[in-house]
Nanobody, 116 residues
């Protein structure tokens, strides 16, 4: 089993920054992707950013240039630095870990609210 614990999130003003972190523990395979999805009210869950064990990054078009994903393989952590936040970034953000084989694992979700 793999457990994911998220930290960060909360209320931030438009144009502000916030950092989300996620720590994985348990039986983690050697190769896995990590990243973040988000889900806003009345909307489907969408991929925000992902990073492979080799460091290849993928971003949603809506966050490219504003968000940066990073990971520490030694600590099994992934972080999402979010800059120039917009009200439309408001959502519950979920950390995920995707092993090469087997099901995805998910964090409990953390609320990010961008509002003045």
């Amino acid at each position: 089993q793999v457990q994911l614990v998220e930290s960060g999130g909360g209320l931030v003003q438009p144009g502000g920054s916030q950092r989300l972190s996620c720590a994985a523990s348990g039986m983690i395979s050697r190769h896995y992707d990590m990243g973040w999805y988000r889900q806003a009210p009345q909307k489907e869950r969408e991929l925000v950013a992902a990073i492979t064990s080799g460091g290849i990054r993928h971003y949603a078009a809506s966050v490219t240039g504003r968000f940066t994903i990073s990971r520490d393989n030694a600590k099994n952590t992934v972080s999402l630095q979010m800059n120039s936040l917009k009200p439309e970034d408001t959502a519950v953000y979920y950390c995920f870990l995707r092993p090469a084989i087997g099901p995805d694992y998910w964090g409990q979700g953390t609320q990010v609210t961008v509002s003045s």
